[in-house]
């Protein structure tokens, strides 16, 4: 699975993608961010707020508890500031 | 309906195209155009630099004129917009809604602005005068609650 990251959530974790097995367990986007924490300070810190940070599964916006299940692309990013 | 989105680093023409929009077709009674243009904030700031999610970006967009394109009776949409660096005075982004009537484009047009501020994957950092990488521009709420007003 393919993990992108955007604005101030890339520069946090260091890079702009990245491709990821995931264990078992990890269903759903809120379960993906906890394990990303488990894995360095850097996550740690892209993440501190989780309520701040948004996801979007194959270049749809998605909540934290959306399913993982058939997902290609997650993406992270801060709120939109287009326009 | 002529529905045309873009996403492009370079410049655009509002007028060019309103005329692209309206060319050769007799129906069309109302255009409402919104450019957003890059602020200087009081001469703090040099530019500015936007990033933005390639695919996620034309196929939000393309989602926000479908919901336009059900509520109101359009005749045309635009949506341009720029990322990249853009110096203050340039547009940033262009929504042109067209319809037979003024009240149909008006709304339209708002609406596709209110929701693709906060919707369209795109993020903003400032470049300062004094040469300076400056911070990523915030969120605002009031974006939020304008969104909020259309559902």
Redesign the interface.
């Known amino acids: 699975m393919k993990l992108?990251y955007?604005?101030?959530v890339r520069e946090r974790v260091g890079r702009t993608d990245e491709e990821v097995e995931l264990p078992e367990g990890v269903g759903t986007v809120a379960e993906l961010v906890r394990w990303l924490k488990g894995r360095g300070e850097e996550y740690e810190y892209a993440f501190e707020n989780e309520g701040i940070v948004r996801a979007?599964i194959d270049?749809?916006?998605v909540k934290l508890e959306a399913s993982l299940a058939g997902a290609r692309e997650i993406?992270f990013?801060?709120?939109?500031?287009?326009? | 309906m002529a529905r045309t989105i873009r996403i492009q680093s370079e410049p655009f023409s509002a007028a060019a195209e309103t005329a692209a929009l309206t060319e050769g077709r007799g129906d069309v009674g109302a255009v409402v155009a919104f450019t957003g243009l890059c602020r200087d904030e009081g001469g703090r700031l040099k530019a500015l630099e936007l990033e933005h999610y390639p695919g996620m970006a034309e196929a939000e967009i393309g989602r926000i004129a479908e919901q336009a394109e059900n509520r109101w009776p359009l005749l045309g949409l635009t949506v341009i917009h720029r990322f990249g660096r853009i110096s203050p005075g340039e547009e940033i982004v262009l929504v042109l809604a067209a319809s037979a009537h003024r009240q149909a484009a008006f709304e339209a047009a708002s609406f596709l602005i209110d929701y693709l501020k906060t919707r369209a994957p795109f993020w903003k950092r400032e470049h300062l005068e004094d040469g300076t990488v400056g911070a990523w521009v915030e969120a605002r709420e009031a974006d939020d609650r304008a969104m909020e007003r259309w559902s």
């Open positions: 992108v955007f604005a101030w979007a270049h749809v916006h993406a990013f801060p709120p939109m500031t287009g326009g």
